[in-house]
């Protein structure tokens, strides 16, 4: 949520935030709170149970913290397949919570090239030796 607002605040023409159902009232009101409803728009999304007509393609896709659980990888992975094309860019970054990371690099590399961005090259108010930041693009010959 606090990137898909941040976007916004940098000046994203449109950002839209996803999650469960049941998570929604939370995001629509930080979008209220932020000042950015002109610009972000909230919608449901369950991994793996919507075809990309439903939600659309991105050009850039921002993921934190998803590596949690290895059973919902497959959905996962399902999704960014769908929402994203060749000149999507997903920047995904998680830090303790990463018990999926084997499963997801293993499943994901099928379809995309998963690039890790080196603690170095991020912002210095951004390092931190804990999280990880990958750059992920669908492969041409997918």
Not at 17 to 36: G, I, Q, S, Y
Request: charged share 25%; with cysteine; net charge negative.
């Amino acid at each position: 949520m606090i990137k898909g607002i941040a976007a916004a605040y940098l000046g994203a023409p449109y950002v839209l935030l996803t999650d469960l159902t049941e998570n929604l009232p939370l995001l629509r009101e930080n979008v209220l709170m932020n000042a950015v409803s002109h610009v972000v728009a909230v919608e449901p999304l369950e991994w793996g149970h919507q075809d990309v007509g439903e939600i659309g393609t991105f050009d850039v896709v921002l993921a934190a913290d998803v590596m949690y659980d290895e059973c919902v990888i497959n959905d996962f992975v399902q999704t960014l397949r769908n929402i994203a094309t060749s000149s999507t860019t997903i920047f995904l970054a998680y830090g303790r919570n990463r018990q999926a990371e084997e499963v997801f690099s293993r499943k994901a590399s099928k379809w995309f090239s998963i690039q890790k961005i080196e603690t170095n090259d991020l912002d210095e108010v951004y390092q931190c030796i804990d999280v990880d930041v990958f750059m992920i693009r669908k492969r041409d010959n997918i």
